[in-house]
């Protein structure tokens, strides 16, 4: 798997992510969410930065 299919894979979470936080009505879920969606936007760059030097 090279790093432009996993960048892939992280962008399909976060939008996955997105969608299910806006549709959740706890506010610790989406908090909990929120920081996942975070921390995956903090890995995925790595990867899109990857992408561009190969």
């Known amino acids: 798997m090279g790093n432009e299919e996993i ?16 549709n959740i009505d706890s506010v610790v879920d989406k908090r909990i969410l929120s920081r996942a969606k975070q921390i995956i936007n903090d890995v995925s760059w790595k990867y899109e930065e990857d992408t561009d030097n190969d």
């Open 7 to 22: 960048y892939e894979y992280l962008e399909e979470i976060d939008d996955m992510l997105y969608n299910v936080i806006k």
